[in-house]
């Protein structure tokens, strides 16, 4: 039977991958990865697994979504072992549920197995707590940028109703985000900005949410980041 496994890379650092993650890149036949996925992984493939890259990056789109469903279909095979490897994890903001969508359409089975995802790794890695209880009960992610085709936006960032906002691809749309936030939101809530995290390119710079999109622009703030917006941050234990 044909069979896709979605596995999450987890953030960035290989050792952060699920022993069911690694052993399956191990086994695997053929392996779809995408940009966010470490290439240091792809070491543990075997001598003549076939890797196919499908990475995208922002404004140089290699492939469209569209485009990487067709691979997936394509790439099945009854007797082979298909990883479909994508960076943290698969559902969180990952397109994972699209993917398996059209693999449901075509008859072809999955399994998932999740990673860890960066949207809260990242920052733990940085030294941020998502929760404490001394200052945050909750906590949500959210998009930074919403599909461009939709024709209403869902989000408005200041109605986000949690105690530590992380927010993802939203490194070009900071004014924006940080201008709603500001309706509900004290200027002086603390904020960190982390940049390539789970890796030794990671750098973090901290500020207030009243001059997020100015640190942004002053730290010349480049993806993947990932900004938390919070009390929390007060705790950064890596100094
Ligand atoms: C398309 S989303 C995929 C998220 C992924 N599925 C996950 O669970 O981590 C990509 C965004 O995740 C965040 N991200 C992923 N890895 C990161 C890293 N190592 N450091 C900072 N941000 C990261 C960035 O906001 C980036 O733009």
Redesign the pocket.
């Known amino acids: 039977m044909k069979k896709i496994y979605l596995v999450?890379a987890g953030?960035?650092d290989p050792e952060l991958i699920t022993v069911k993650g690694l052993d399956l890149i191990k086994k695997a036949d053929v392996i779809i990865y995408d940009r966010?996925a470490s290439e240091d992984l792809l070491k543990n493939a075997k001598e003549d697994a076939k890797l196919v890259y499908v990475g995208k990056r922002t404004g140089d789109h290699k492939f469209t979504q569209p485009e990487i469903n067709e691979i997936l279909v394509k790439e099945a095979a009854d007797d082979k072992v298909v990883v479909r490897l994508?960076?943290?994890?698969?559902f969180?903001?990952?397109r994972g549920g699209e993917e398996i969508t059209k693999l449901i359409e075509h008859g072809i089975a999955f399994e998932v197995v999740p990673?860890v995802?960066?949207?809260i790794s990242?920052p733990a890695l940085a030294g941020i707590p998502v929760t404490d209880r001394r200052y945050s009960s909750s906590f949500t992610i959210v998009t930074?940028q919403e599909d461009p085709t939709k024709e209403e936006e869902r989000l408005d960032y200041g109605n986000l109703n949690a105690d530590t906002v992380i927010v993802?691809?939203?490194?070009g749309n900071l004014s924006k985000i940080s201008k709603q936030m500001l309706r509900t939101r004290d200027a002086n809530t603390p904020v960190a900005i982390?940049?390539?995290?789970?890796?030794d390119k990671q750098r973090v710079v901290t500020g207030t949410l009243g001059n997020l999109a100015e640190l942004a622009e002053k730290e010349n703030i480049k993806?993947?980041?990932?900004t938390v917006i919070g009390d929390v941050v007060k705790l950064k234990f890596n100094k």
């Open positions: 999450g953030p960035g966010l994508k960076g943290g994890d698969p969180v903001f990952g990673g995802t960066s949207a990242v930074g993802l691809m939203g490194v982390i940049e390539s995290g789970a890796s993806p993947p980041a990932i």
